[in-house]
């Protein structure tokens, strides 16, 4: 079964700094997506970014960047030039390509707050 | 416009009443989720349907039921069984094969009073 640890449960940033979430996972897979979700305080969740482990190129939308390390089984994400709005809980996730059940399985998030 | 809407938005239950909350999808999606979110728990996966009249247990099935009987629906109901049911409940879903991750719910607070 995979897991994906989020060790840090709260962080902060000033406006318009960068900030830098970590997350691990587990798996004995070779090809699987990596995913992080945002869940600002209305709670609803939203997509981020994504990423497919057979690419080597780390992705990016925006300000939001991963660094993803296969070997290591790390995937941290960087927020530039923070923002107030992007005070939320941030949730790490893995799925597995593998059968027909593909299952999101998530972290127990981080809350990151941005200061003015 | 397509999405997901569960309902209600809260909800109260009395200790020993079985509850159901509602979650319906318009985008033709075939996979359907369920998760529960507690503080520093994450979401943890209670059921799931890839096809009408299927359904598998997540993580955390104890004390829940669900039904697919259409599509578009996918209700959860939290029994009496369920020893701590208080927490936000979200519903998912995703096309078949899809590996773009999945469209959410705004979720249901449940509360037991």
């Known amino acids: 079964a995979q897991t994906v640890t989020q060790s840090q449960p709260e962080m902060s940033v000033q406006e318009a700094e960068t900030v830098t979430l970590s997350c691990t996972y587990d798996?004995?897979?070779?090809?699987?997506?990596l995913f992080w979700y945002k869940q600002p305080p209305s709670r609803q969740m939203i997509l981020v970014i994504r990423?497919?482990?057979?690419?080597?190129q780390n992705a990016t939308e925006n300000r939001f960047s991963v660094n993803f390390q296969k070997a290591a089984k790390s995937f941290s994400l960087k927020i530039s030039d923070s923002q107030l709005g992007d005070t939320a809980m941030y949730f790490c996730?893995?799925?597995?390509?593998?059968?027909?059940?593909?299952?999101?399985?998530f972290g127990k998030g981080i809350t990151l707050s941005v200061r003015p | 416009d397509g999405g997901i809407t569960q309902s209600p938005k809260y909800l109260f239950r009395k200790e020993g009443q079985n509850v159901t909350l509602s979650c319906e999808q318009n985008?033709?999606?075939?996979?359907m989720y369920w998760y529960r979110q507690d503080p520093g728990q994450g979401l943890r996966l209670i059921y799931y349907?890839?096809?009408?009249?299927?359904?598998q247990k997540g993580d955390i099935a104890e004390g829940y039921s669900v039904s697919r009987e259409k599509k578009e629906s996918f209700p959860l109901t939290v029994t009496s069984a369920q020893k701590n049911p208080t927490a936000f409940y979200l519903c998912?879903?995703?096309?078949?094969?899809?590996?773009?991750?999945?469209?959410f719910g705004s979720g249901t607070r449940l509360t037991v009073v």
């Open positions: 990423q497919e482990a057979y690419k080597q």
């Open positions: 349907s890839q096809i009408v009249n299927d359904f």
């Open positions: 985008l033709n999606h075939d996979a």
């Open positions: 998912a879903s995703r096309p078949r094969g899809s590996f773009y991750g999945y469209t």
């Open positions: 798996t004995s897979e070779n090809n699987y997506y």
């Open positions: 996730a893995f799925m597995s390509i593998t059968g027909a059940n593909s299952k999101l399985t």
